[in-house]
């Protein structure tokens, strides 16, 4: 009777890790859906802001999120099938890919992480000069469209200030037509706005667009890495609970003592008679 009461026992154990795995494999499979979303989002809706950056660490990090999560929707669903099908022959595969993940989500995390640290430097040193260097210059139309885009998503007016503008190589041409500003940088776009520099007319800024792209990317960079890291660490949850479902359903040994011991009770009882 102990014996059939640990059967059932294993038995219900064998159950319940199924359909945890089977919950952890779903989180997962979201989570991977929240990672390739978090990337797309961001090379799609804010890609023009990336011509403005001196590096390509965060266009990088994006690209290794959608990667990553495109990787972990379709191994996710696998690893449901493989739950629900009880096909434990592909955990082998199923716990390599998960590692493999693992190991790109860390470097997406990290990337992000570092990146976040020397953000603040890098646009400080770089912004101010490829606004004031680039825009509206031959073969500079995609810095010249991001400016004008920075400017009036974030209600800003040159880097540090609107001051900055009147050194930059597009106020000091013809092409500006004494203006003393972008036109985008006027709270209301209309044509040649940008002659008047009056707070009325132009957006003030304290810190100027620099502080308004940091605090945007910042955000975002934590975004990154959060995600990145927390599917990762959801990962290892969902490996450790897949190695003990794999063990608790691997049938144990059948025991020849117990038969030998039999056999022998049974040749005893035959000489006895």
Known sequence: MSAVYKDDQEDWLTVCLKYLLFVFNFLFWVGGAAVLGVGVWTL???????SLLASSTFAVSAYILILAGSLVVVTGFLGCCAVIREQRSCLSTYFFCLLFIFLIELVAGVLAYVYYQRLSEELKQHLNQTMTENYAQPGKEAITLAVDRLQQDFKCCGSNNSHDWMVSAYISSKQAEDRVVPDSCCKTITPQCGKRDHPSNIYKVEGGCITKLE???????????????????????????????????????????SGGEGEREQSDMLRAA
């Open 44 to 50: 799609v809706e804010k890609s023009d802001y990336l």
């Open 215 to 257: 605090q945007f990317l910042a955000d975002h960079l934590l975004v990154i890495g959060a995600v990145g890291i927390g599917v990762a660490c959801l990962q290892v949850l969902n490996r450790h609970t897949s190695d003990c479902w794999s063990g608790a359903s691997i049938p144990p040994p059948v025991s020849t003592s």
